[in-house]
């Protein structure tokens, strides 16, 4: 079915235009939650308490959350019936104009309630976007991929990720050193603006990657030895996927909310650090840079090393010491040390949370066969997600307004790490087979219903 040495096989290829493409589409969906911990409680939610106003910006960050789930059905639908391309192509379309539009809104004191009407709105867009962008860039790489470096190459989807998350902080630091009346009447607008690039860019450079050799064989009928053929019901990638492969969407569901470190981090840390300890606001956003620089180089090495000892050990040490490192980070921002901050911080987003976040793109992938792998890749992150996405408002919630706030939010963190760990140990260990051997186990152990 799939054969490394393919000459349609682009690994390299695949790997940079996943990391191109996530990069250009996360500086979209990150340059929100940094403008939702900043500005937005005051620009759509001005006659709130403080508080309140957090609370309500930091919600909307989390509406997006809420579409993720209903993005992954449909685009994994569209591309494991009609192709990986496909799905790169449209995820960067909506997500581009969702994010420019958001720069043109009226706020609260123009439009009055239309105004987060209309910031709900594109949010939800947002989140249909990136509900079929990752698992669509994965698979995509997974399956141009050599059999020994497949988490290697799938981490740039990760890499990217971390990219734009580094570029969108990097823009908000001069924005946010602006007075507040410019910084609140057109600053906060210009890195939503600039999203015309990253429309323009991505699609241009996803448009030249070739389909997966892996979905062109599944196209044709090919299937490894002893498997059988796709039936009518696979026509709906989401059907097959619930009656034959629940346990393990139960699987990649679970230990995707290990999600939530990096928005507790990047999002509730941050409105925590500014509005409730009193901290500088540039100070705090180099911060998530310089984690995120740090991640930069060490998710591609624990993907390596993930190739080299298991998917397994790496992913459970990661999310594990990610609840140590949490509680460490949240203790030293409520101190407000900032050599502590920036040394935990890069601790946590920079090594310790890049291990599973590293290698979870291979780890995920390769518990789904082809015909369902990105349906179920999608879905199963992106109702894991669903809770990162909700976890700032979760902890804001928990904190309150004290700087003692920061002990409730650390367990809440570590119980999602310990649930997370332990859905990656249930896993099947799959670094040392190939794509067509891990399928056939699958099929092999497929559910009576299936037969």
Known sequence: MSDPSSPTAQPKRAALAAWIGSALEYYDFFIYGTAAALVFDKVFFPDTSPAAGTLLALATFGVGYVARPLGAVLFGHIGDRFGRRKVLV????????ATVAIGFLPSFATAGVL???????????????????????????LEHSPQRRRAYFTSFTLSGTQAGQIIATAVFLPIAMLPEDALLSWGWRVPFWASVV???????????????P???????????????????????PVAALLRDHWPN??????AATVASVSTLMTVFALSFAVNTVGLDRSTML????????VALAAIPLLAALADRIGRRPVFVVGALGSALALAAYLWAVSAGGYVLIFVTGILLSGVVYSAANGVWPAFYGEMFPARVRLTGTAVGTQIGFALGGFAPTIAAGLAGDTTGGWVPVAV????????????AYSARETAHLSLDEIEAVQDRERTPARV
């Open 198 to 212: 990253v429309l323009v860019a991505g699609v241009l450079i996803r448009r030249t990657l070739r389909e997966t």
């Open 90 to 97: 449209a995820t960067l379309l909506m997500m581009g104009v």
């Open 115 to 141: 105004a987060p009407a209309l910031l709900v709105t594109c949010r939800l867009l947002q989140g249909l976007s990136a509900g079929g962008e990752q698992a669509g860039a994965n698979s995509m790489t």
């Open 214 to 236: 892996v979905f062109e064989a599944e196209i044709a009928g090919a299937t490894p030895d002893g498997a059988p053929a796709p039936t009518k019901a696979d026509r709906l």
């Open 412 to 423: 809440f963190g570590a119980v999602i790490c310990l649930v997370a760990a332990g859905a």
């Open 286 to 293: 180099w911060v998530v840079v310089s984690a995120n620089v």
């Open 249 to 254: 969407l139960l699987r990649v569901t679970l």
